[in-house]
């Protein structure tokens, strides 16, 4: 205590400096209790829990207690840790979120096979259907899709590629096994798929 | 995961259960869905398909359809096909699972129900290329202490 009494900065003592560097940790755990607090499961849900025989027991409530209390005791003192932390976790939660809204598209770069012409690739689409089943449009009853295929190639570096993915290998967002031999067309941009069209699948 | 009513296949003369959706890849083109009117028909249709040959080649048709638009209202093959009595499913490439002979295990999930039989047809863009029929065993019990932990009951 004599060592600390010597320390002072600005006028202010050592327990002044400690109080105002506690201040922003005091401040996130009371943040957070009255947040778990007002999270904390309705009387229904702990009667639901008591029912299943997932009621706690006095053991439990101490545990809990004692992990609080260190968890207190850890943030108010190393809260800048623990900034440090929430940053490179809101990069890495941010990073994820921009990975799950990413399109899921069937085809992957490993798919594609070589650039075509939509004119080409119309003129190999008629269908053959001796009953007269099959509209005499490219790709017969998908050709309303491939419009709207062709109407999303809007910019001029958009390209059309064809693309197989054969029985069993890995495909999709997911790169689940394919069960079936997939072909189609995709949308590709500066080499990144922007947009596909399945002509034939399971 | 309720199991899910079969799809009809017409083929030589009868009609069997069929364990393959080959309507699947045109809806989503087309972006149509259905409505689901109960936990046994997620996908809110049932489609009747038949193979039909012309000049020594199979293909595969839908011959009748019974799509739930709302709960209600129910639509037919002419409703989502104007114009057409069947239509070619040209866009059909891989295998149709027909099931056959007696149950020997019912899954509670998809079409996961074993039975004595599978008739398999491979089909290339609707054209049936090849079959051939699995004989099924029953699948041998597991027990629960064989799963993982997470699988069992009363798991944390």
Redesign the interface.
Known sequence: MDLLSGISLFGLSWYQLLAMYTVPGVSYVVFHLVREYRNRPSEFARGMLAAIGKKKSVVDHLLNILVYAIAIFCITFGWPLFGIWAIFQSRKEAALEIERNKPDFDCLPEHLISKVDPHDAEIASYVIDPLGTAPTLPFGHLNPGWANFLADMTDDRDEMWSFYISKGSEYGKHRFAASSDIRGYAKVRNGEILGEFITESD | MTAQVSERLIYGGKEIPLF?N?L???L????ISFESPHTANWRGYVGTWEI?E??G?E?L?LVALSAHKTYEEILSLSDV?PG?????A??????LRCPQGAQLKYRHMGYGSIYEYDLLMDFK?GVLISKHARHNEVPEEVDEKDYPAFLRRGAQ
């Open positions: 393959t080959p699947s890849l045109y989503k083109n087309a972006g039909l012309h000049e080649v293909r048709y096909f057409h009595d069947k239509v070619f040209h866009w059909f490439t891989g295998e863009q």
